[in-house]
């Protein structure tokens, strides 16, 4: 067998990988869109506003130190102390919470029954203001996540997989970051099916999904709802962040990925999760697979654009995404 | 008291369907225009027209086709920043390979390309709805920018891919290049303006923007009724297209002088266009105008006041501009979710009854 | 109405902007915020400590205090564009944008305007011909200068000969990652190495194509021209896929310590070029902690002097503050224009004994500018990441560019600009 041939599995694999780390992203909005019928554009601004909070909280870092230091004239950085990583973990879950209380009671209450292009500028506002709040609390400059995540080659597949392709083949290259990026995700999205099916309030949030007016009409809350789905898309944007951060350090940039989750949802449906898991591979695998066969004739850099296009022809075939709820109209 | 409409008779169908029925509102439009004119361009300075003026008027003109498309007829695009660049690159080429045709003939060209290559691209519209073709459009976007950066040919086999606006005249005065008077770059904008204004609010309110308005209330009643929903759609994007081919042609020549695709033309211009009309209005002309004020000038007025009245830091205000843009974005969507343009009807409504309310 | 308004507004601003004072003023855009505000922010506290410095410990240059205007750009060209029209109003004497975008929008506007621009390492290469860019200067060294650099330091490695060696070049998908391609290619044609070209688009957050295909390739070095989250990725991936670090070699704005240091002990041994020296210990910057930062007149909070962008931003207003009183003497007054700040720059000569004087001794290459060379003298030295010890340590001592090359491409690009723009070469 050539070398190539494994190359192309190589691709495939670690087009697979990457696919699962545009589905963390994915998720968070899925689980918006599915119970309110918001499309969050924060959902990038929340993995970074989280992300931040998780490093601030962990280095013991004073919110708002440079707005406190410019007004008061002190000279306040840190309190002196390192929070460890679950409770810090914790901590920004707790903060994330609070945020999503804090959508709902001031924005959202606001704006029910608008419709969905409202709703959706109305989460721009939102992340303009998260961004500007996450810059003031924790500061602009690129922080290192120290979680103990491994990272680089996992050698041993390397080792086993080296003779395979003769002498030009190196044997199959995987990250182990992402070996446990895949590992939470299937954690993940095994715990949100579990919850969702199997406990009160999930079904109570699928009630929701379904028809806010019957799901009133039988005693749910939809506040408490929406601020667990606000929540639950919290904490999803905190794994994502992390996994992003962790390779690029926690920075501005982190909030760009959402522009790598749009296909994936486009693909896989606005309201399915599995929707997002399989998107998510489909786009991984798609545009590095691309980039590897055609990439290189028409001068590489093709993944960005090639994502959109690839999604767009599925969506010529499924204009609802694969998994999405069939769009039926009336008149 | 401001608002006088008693003894306001319309005595013939032209007269009771004209732009502004109320002639107050005819005047206060004649004003206008006459002050943008005549007056202003002889007050003006460079800082007025480069950070204000030229950026809120070639924004407007996106705005403006941008509400054609999604205000108008329901489609959410978000490949405007592609379909801006379709329009400098067009210009730039055209301003390169027929130097001595008026630069006005050629940012008109380039909106006709542009309106050729949106409606390619407006081709899935026919299939895709809603958000699923906001982000069917955003291939448009990204393929564009790439396909700009990639093909030499685009910018001329320059060394870095940045394209630059040589110097052209119209009626002997510069209106691109370094050495343009502020006043003929602000008046050259403020000419397509007023024609794209107009255009729009003609079509809009013809059979085929009772057509486009059909389609986005509904678009199977719509072809019930006879409306074709393929040529609809398609105008839709063609002229939408076209008034954005304009807006970047305009960018790229007047405002800028040199871009670079992926700087200017990213996906953030996009998302700004779409902001406008968002805030401005859905569906309104002087929505855009007023989305697009929105979001040059609140970020200037703010710095203005953080930076030189204030004396704070130049980061703490950025960061601070950032929360105060999203507050006010939230503020205005919570108070009224139509966007300026309806706050400025429910004005109007309340002025044409004051001080007597009863 | 909102005509009225805008007008209004407009005429605030302009009256808050044209409150000129008689003081050297230098604009500083700067970007704190954005995506690039990690390497915004060290530059442009540097840039301003030096001048606060330059007030608090010479009352100025030559007895005028410098005004520091600071204008955030976020990066953003449209904002530039407003910063720069908000500035040079109040008499502004030297630009430094720090962006590629941003310099390729004053070029012209500056020309126009008259007021001199420093694009320091950075935007258009070929304005160091300064008889076609009479108003832009890019010394003390460019990226074609960069990647001759990077050329000459690994022929040095490899004894003279880069015969059947493969070097590809990881670049921002941009004007500014593009630039070195051209020098790179001719380069390879006389030196015999194979060049492969690897693009990363914008932001650059997800390579692993890339580096599965260098990892595929296996190339001899990799070259990076990178800038932002594109750099800590780059080099988290490449300790991924085990490439050597020592072969990997950034350019100038690829070599900061955050660049590194989100990857930690596997950024180990990454090599990048500066074209100015780091060293922590000068005395200059014990006299900004003393005379500046104590007395709370610090740009940031601190936390950066001496880091890498830190230095160089310092370095970049000793540069502008060396040309502002070459024109004082030149003019012999103090209070100088950006005309007369113009011939300060193109008479402007560095050496040692005046680096040494300034308390920042060696800190730059010696070099000295002229009507006819714009760019300096090209140098640049290649250092290397200690991670243990979180420095970055020099390998090397300056090394030169292979100038002949360079300046052919430099005269061909700037006739061409010239004959495109109908500008007539010349000295002013």
Same mark, same amino acid.
């Given at each position: 067998?050539?070398?190539?041939?494994?190359?192309?599995?190589?691709?495939?694999?670690? &087009?697979?990988?990457?696919?699962?780390?545009?589905?963390?992203?994915?998720?968070?909005?899925?689980?918006?869109?599915?119970? *309110?019928?918001?499309?969050?554009?924060?959902?990038?601004?929340?993995?970074?506003?989280?992300?931040?909070?998780?490093?601030?909280?962990?280095?013991?870092?004073?919110?708002?130190?440079?707005?406190?230091?410019?007004?008061?004239?002190?000279?306040?950085?840190?309190?002196?102390?390192?929070?460890?990583?679950?409770?810090?973990?914790?901590?920004?879950?707790?903060?994330?919470?609070?945020?999503?209380w804090a959508v709902q009671r001031f924005l959202f209450r606001h704006l029910v029954g608008q419709e969905p292009i409202i709703l959706f500028m109305a989460t721009i506002g939102l992340a303009y203001f998260l961004e500007g709040v996450g810059d003031l609390m924790w500061g602009s400059n690129i922080k290192t996540l120290a979680l103990g995540l491994p990272q680089g080659g996992a050698r041993w597949i390397e080792d086993a997989t080296a003779g395979l392709g003769g002498d030009d083949?190196?044997?199959?290259?995987?990250?182990?970051?992402?070996?446990?990026?895949?590992?939470?995700?299937?954690?993940?999205?095994?715990?949100?099916?579990?919850? @969702?099916?199997?406990?009160?309030?999930?079904?109570?949030?699928?009630?929701?999904?379904?028809?806010?007016?019957?799901?009133?009409?039988?005693?749910?809350?939809?506040?408490?709802?929406?601020?667990?789905?606000? *929540?639950?898309?919290?904490?999803?944007?905190?794994?994502?962040?992390?996994?992003? &951060?962790?390779? *690029?350090?926690?920075?501005?940039?982190? @909030?760009?990925?959402?522009?790598?989750?749009?296909?994936?949802?486009?693909?896989?449906?606005?309201?399915?999760?599995?929707?997002?898991?399989?998107? &998510?591979?489909?786009?991984?695998?798609?545009?590095?697979?691309?980039?590897?066969?055609?990439?290189?004739?028409?001068?590489?850099?093709?993944?960005?654009?090639?994502?959109?296009?690839?999604?767009?022809?599925?969506?010529?075939?499924?204009?609802?995404?694969?998994?999405?709820?069939?769009?039926?109209?009336?008149? | 008291m401001l608002y006088r409409e008693a003894g306001d008779y319309k005595t013939s169908y032209e007269a009771d369907s004209q732009t502004f029925p109320i002639a107050f509102d005819r005047y206060r439009y004649w004003f206008v225009l006459a002050v943008a004119f005549l007056v202003l361009p002889f007050l003006v300075n460079d800082y007025v027209v480069n950070a204000l003026l030229l950026p809120f008027l070639i924004y407007s003109i996106a705005a403006i086709g941008l509400n054609i498309l999604t205000g108008y007829t329901g489609q959410v695009s978000l490949g405007t920043g592609g379909f801006m660049a379709v329009g400098a690159y067009a210009c730039y080429k055209l301003m390169t390979a027929f130097p001595d045709v008026n630069i006005l003939i050629h940012v008109l060209l380039a909106g006709g390309i542009t309106a050729i290559v949106g409606t390619l691209f407006g081709l899935p519209s026919l299939r895709i709805k809603g958000f699923y073709l906001a982000v069917a459009t955003l291939a448009a976007q990204f393929f564009l920018v790439w396909l700009f950066n990639k093909v030499a040919w685009f910018y001329n086999y320059s060394a870095s891919g940045q394209i630059s606006a040589p110097e052209r005249f119209v009626f002997g005065v510069a209106v691109t290049g370094p050495n343009t008077p502020a006043w003929a770059s602000y008046l050259v904008c403020l000419v397509f303006v007023t024609f794209c204004a107009l255009i729009?609010?003609?079509?809009?309110?013809?059979?085929?923007?009772?057509?486009?308005?059909?389609?986005?209330?509904?678009?199977?009643?719509?072809?019930?009724?006879?409306?074709?929903?393929?040529?609809?759609?398609?105008?839709?994007?063609?002229?939408?297209? !076209?008034?954005?081919?304009?807006?970047?042609?305009? !960018?790229?020549?007047?405002?800028?002088?040199?871009?670079?695709?992926?700087?200017?033309?990213?996906?953030?211009?996009? !998302?700004?266009?779409?902001?406008?009309?968002?805030?401005?209005?859905?569906?309104?002309?002087?929505?855009?105008?007023?989305?697009?004020?929105?979001?040059?000038?609140?970020?200037?007025?703010?710095?203005?006041?953080?930076?030189?009245?204030?004396?704070?830091?130049?980061?703490?205000?950025?960061?601070?501009?950032?929360?105060?843009?999203?507050?006010?974005?939230?503020?205005?969507?919570?108070?009224?979710?139509?966007?300026?343009?309806?706050?400025?009807?429910?004005?109007?409504?309340?002025?044409?009854?004051?001080?007597f309310p009863h | 109405m909102k005509m009225k308004t805008l007008t209004t507004l407009a005429l605030t601003s302009a009256l808050v902007a044209g409150s000129a004072a008689a003081d050297l003023v230098i604009p500083d855009l700067s970007y704190r915020t954005g995506?690039?505000?990690?390497?915004?922010?060290?530059?442009?506290?540097?840039?301003?400590?030096? $001048?606060?410095?330059?007030?608090?410990?010479?009352?100025?240059?030559?007895?005028?205090?410098?005004?520091?205007?600071?204008?955030?750009?976020?990066?953003?060209?449209?904002?530039?564009?407003?910063?720069?029209? #908000?500035? /040079?109003?109040?008499?502004?004497?030297?630009?430094?944008?720090?962006?590629?975008?941003?310099?390729?929008?004053?070029?012209? /506007?500056?020309?126009?305007?008259? %007021?001199?621009?420093?694009?320091?390492?950075?935007?258009?290469?070929?304005?160091?011909?300064?008889?076609? $860019?009479?108003?832009?200067?890019?010394?003390p060294a460019n990226y074609w200068d960069a990647a001759s650099v990077m050329v000459n330091y690994l022929l040095e490695q490899n004894d003279g000969s880069l015969e059947g060696k493969n070097i590809a070049l990881l670049f921002h998908n941009s004007a500014y990652g593009k630039e070195p391609i051209r020098t790179l290619e001719e380069l390879a044609e006389e030196h015999g190495f194979t060049f492969t070209q690897i693009a990363v688009d914008h932001p650059g957050q997800e390579q692993k194509s890339q580096w599965l295909q260098i990892r595929r390739e296996r190339p001899d070095y990799v070259l990076m021209w990178g800038w932002g989250v594109m750099n800590q990725v780059a080099i988290q991936e490449a300790a991924n896929v085990g490439f050597p670090m020592e072969n990997f070699i950034g350019n100038w704005w690829a070599g900061a310590e955050h660049d590194v240091t989100p990857a930690g002990a596997a950024s180990d041994g990454y090599l990048s070029l500066n074209m100015n020296r780091i060293d922590t210990s000068l005395p200059v910057f014990g006299q900004i902690d003393s005379m500046v930062h104590e007395a709370g007149n610090a740009a940031g909070d601190g936390s950066n002097i001496?880091?890498?962008?830190?230095?160089?931003?310092?370095?970049?207003?000793?540069?502008?503050?060396?040309?502002?009183?070459?024109?004082?003497?030149?003019?012999?007054?103090?209070?100088?224009?950006?005309?007369?700040?113009?011939?300060?720059?193109?008479?402007?000569?560095?050496?040692?004994?005046?680096?040494?004087?300034?308390?920042?001794?060696?800190?730059?290459?010696? $070099?000295?500018?002229?009507?006819?060379?714009?760019?300096? #003298?090209?140098?640049? %030295?290649?250092?290397?990441?200690?991670?243990?010890?979180?420095?970055?340590?020099?390998?090397?001592?300056?090394?030169?560019?292979?100038?002949?090359?360079?300046?052919?491409?430099?005269?061909?690009?700037?006739?061409? $600009?010239?004959?495109?723009?109908?500008?007539?070469?010349?000295?002013?």
């Open positions: 067998m050539p070398a190539d041939f494994y190359y192309g599995i190589e691709v495939v694999l670690n &087009g697979l990988m990457a696919g699962v780390m545009y589905a963390l992203v994915a998720l968070g909005f899925v689980l918006i869109f599915k119970a *309110s019928g918001i499309f969050n554009f924060a959902q990038g601004v929340m993995a970074l506003f989280a992300a931040l909070t998780l490093v601030g909280i962990m280095e013991g870092q004073v919110p708002f130190a440079h707005l406190i230091n410019a007004t008061f004239g002190t000279e306040i950085h840190h309190f002196g102390w390192h929070v460890p990583a679950l409770l810090a973990i914790l901590l920004t879950v707790g903060v994330m919470v609070i945020f999503a083949f190196y044997g199959f290259f995987i990250d182990k970051l992402d070996l446990v990026a895949t590992l939470v995700a299937i954690v993940l999205v095994a715990g949100l099916i579990a919850f @969702s099916q199997y406990t009160k309030h999930g079904r109570a949030m699928r009630a929701v999904a379904d028809d806010h007016q019957a799901a009133l009409s039988v005693g749910i809350s939809l506040n408490f709802i929406w601020i667990l789905v606000w *929540s639950l898309a919290g904490f999803v944007a905190l794994v994502a962040g992390v996994m992003w &951060g962790a390779k *690029s350090g926690v920075q501005f940039s982190l @909030s760009l990925i959402a522009l790598k989750a749009l296909p994936v949802l486009m693909l896989g449906g606005f309201t399915s999760i599995p929707g997002a898991i399989v998107g &998510g591979l489909i786009i991984g695998v798609g545009e590095k697979l691309f980039e590897f066969l055609v990439g290189p004739m028409v001068g590489g850099a093709t993944e960005n654009w090639f994502a959109y296009v690839l999604a767009l022809l599925f969506l010529v075939f499924r204009p609802q995404g694969l998994f999405g709820e069939k769009i039926i109209e009336r008149v | 729009a609010r003609n079509l809009t309110r013809g059979a085929l923007g009772r057509q486009w308005m059909a389609i986005r209330d509904m678009d199977i009643a719509a072809e019930i009724i006879g409306v074709n929903p393929l040529k609809a759609k398609l105008t839709a994007f063609a002229v939408s297209s !076209f008034f954005v081919g304009i807006s970047g042609a305009l !960018f790229f020549a007047v405002y800028l002088g040199a871009v670079e695709v992926g700087e200017a033309f990213g996906i953030n211009k996009s !998302f700004l266009v779409l902001f406008m009309i968002i805030i401005g209005g859905l569906g309104s002309i002087f929505g855009a105008f007023a989305g697009a004020a929105f979001l040059v000038t609140l970020p200037v007025f703010l710095k203005l006041i953080g930076v030189d009245l204030l004396g704070w830091p130049t980061d703490l205000v950025a960061h601070l501009q950032l929360v105060v843009v999203g507050l006010l974005i939230m503020f205005f969507l919570v108070k009224e979710p139509h966007g300026l343009a309806q706050l400025w009807r429910v004005a109007k409504e309340k002025l044409r009854l004051w001080p | 995506p690039y505000a990690a390497g915004g922010t060290p530059f442009s506290d540097g840039y301003q400590d030096y $001048f606060n410095l330059l007030n608090a410990r010479d009352g100025g240059i030559g007895g005028e205090t410098v005004r520091v205007v600071e204008c955030e750009t976020g990066y953003n060209t449209e904002r530039g564009v407003e910063c720069y029209e #908000s500035t /040079k109003g109040e008499g502004a004497l030297i630009y430094q944008p720090l962006s590629t975008g941003i310099t390729y929008q004053l070029i012209p /506007k500056t020309t126009a305007d008259e %007021i001199p621009l420093h694009t320091m390492g950075y935007g258009r290469t070929s304005a160091a011909a300064g008889e076609v $860019f009479p108003w832009v200067f890019n010394y001496g880091s890498v962008l830190y230095t160089r931003g310092m370095y970049a207003a000793m540069l502008a503050a060396e040309a502002i009183a070459k024109a004082q003497e030149i003019h012999g007054v103090a209070d100088v224009t950006p005309a007369m700040v113009r011939d300060g720059m193109e008479a402007l000569e560095i050496t040692n004994a005046r680096m040494e004087e300034l308390g920042m001794a060696q800190i730059g290459p010696e $070099f000295s500018v002229s009507c006819e060379n714009h760019g300096g #003298s090209g140098l640049g %030295i290649v250092q290397q990441w200690n991670a243990a010890d979180a420095e970055w340590v020099a390998l090397t001592d300056y090394i030169s560019p292979q100038d002949a090359l360079i300046d052919g491409l430099i005269a061909e690009d700037s006739t061409a $600009f010239a004959a495109e723009n109908n500008i007539t070469p010349g000295c002013l």
